[in-house]
């Protein structure tokens, strides 16, 4: 498993838009371990492939707390279906919108078909936490970021903080 760069916010392939897979195979599933193993080391609850570069309809996730036993998910191609009227509210933050935080709100809970690590399909009905962590996710498949929801003057503002830290400095 390998830990790759996670692609930050201005990167203009985080708003492509991510390809189907074909099938669940050896290729993807190191992919997955790879994401797994990024999205742990920076401490992150859920990694798209676009967030490192690779535009497949993959994402990984793990809402386990720090000291239980790990419990990672695989989604690969989810679909979203039946989303509730009701809506929730999480402040979010994004691995590639770093140190930025929002409340935005989405709805409660909604269905996911998707192939899991095996290639097998599955349907979940997913509420709360989770509802809206595939959510945000499957945002990054249609290259949407969490502060494309927010005003024009906010996003624009946390753009340019990041723009500004994005080279560092030297004084040599
Ligand atoms: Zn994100």
């Known amino acids: 498993m390998t830990v790759k760069t996670i692609l930050t916010e201005p990167n203009k392939l985080l708003r ?3 390809q189907p897979v074909a099938k669940v195979g050896k290729e993807e599933q190191q992919l997955m371990d790879d994401m797994l193993e990024t999205m742990y080391s920076a401490n ?4 798209a492939a676009i967030q490192i570069g690779i535009p497949k309809r993959i994402i990984v996730m793990d809402l386990s707390k720090e000291n239980e036993k790990k419990e990672p998910r695989y ?19 994004c691995l590639s919108v770093p ?24 349907i979940l009905n997913v509420e709360g936490l989770l ?4 959510q945000h996710e499957m945002d990054h498949l249609e290259g949407i970021l969490f502060i494309d929801y927010l005003s024009k003057l906010k996003k624009s ?8 830290i994005k080279s560092p400095r030297i004084v040599v």
């Open 16 to 18: 492509q838009v991510s």
């Open 44 to 47: 992150g609850i859920g990694l």
């Open 75 to 93: 989604f690969v191609n989810p679909i979203i279906s039946n989303k509730d009227t009701l809506k929730s509210t999480y402040e979010e933050g």
């Open 99 to 122: 140190n930025q935080f929002a409340e935005i709100e989405r709805p409660k809970k909604c269905d996911i078909e998707y192939l899991d690590y095996n290639g097998e399909k599955k």
């Open 131 to 134: 509802a809206t962590c595939i």
């Open 157 to 164: 503002m946390i753009i340019k903080k990041l723009s500004k």
